[in-house]
């Protein structure tokens, strides 16, 4: 007789999963690095190399995971979750989407300043190329990274403040489904 595995459709997936956390793990060191280079990190000149690395890392791991997405479908949200959940949650998702790819785009166009050029490498072991872009683009990049960064930690307090809401005080498997070691197979 043979055994077939289940597969669980009310969990993320082992690669969503090792993507998410991977992912939810670098955007924080980076976001410390980031907010606090000028001030309690002043004058430590490892911090932008590293910061530039681990956003390069975070734009492919982010191309990873859209691509994890496209081909491996998320569990559905709960039955009892209110409509307005549904749309606040579909809606935080995506935004984290849009900011995983612009945050690191916006730091690669800064570091490409044709006038002031900081050449990057990843993590010391290959070099990373300038983007060809204008000053109007530099300018554009610098002001956005910013606020995408100010944008980027909003968000994960509200998604993280979600997350416990759920695990807390609504009390449901909404945490569990992306917790480590809850995969499914697939």
């Known amino acids: 007789m043979t055994r ?17 956390w991977s992912i939810a793990a670098l955007v924080l060191v980076n976001l410390t690095l980031g907010l606090f280079h000028d001030s309690l990190l002043d004058g430590v000149k490892w911090v932008i190399p590293i910061h530039r690395s681990i956003g390069l890392t975070v734009l492919v791991l982010t191309l990873a995971r859209i691509a994890w997405r496209l081909t491996h479908r998320p569990p559905p949200l709960p039955v009892a979750m209110a409509r307005w959940e549904r749309l606040a949650a579909t809606t935080v998702h995506w935004a984290f989407y849009v900011l995983l790819l612009a945050l690191p785009i916006s730091g690669w166009i800064l ?20 983007l060809p872009i204008s000053d109007a683009a530099v300018k554009l990049g610098h002001n956005a990274h910013g606020l995408l960064g100010y944008a980027m930690a909003a968000l994960v307090v509200v998604h993280v403040a979600a997350a416990l809401r759920h695990h807390f005080i609504l009390r449901d498997a909404v945490l569990a489904r992306m917790a480590p070691g809850s995969a499914r197979n697939g």
Request: glycine share 6%; no cysteine.
């Open 111 to 130: 570091s490409s300043n044709p006038a002031r050029p900081h050449p990057m490498s990843w993590f010391g072991l290959f070099p990373i190329p300038p």
């Open 4 to 20: 077939t595995a289940l597969v669980r459709t009310d969990r993320y997936s082992w690669g969503a999963i090792w993507l998410h």
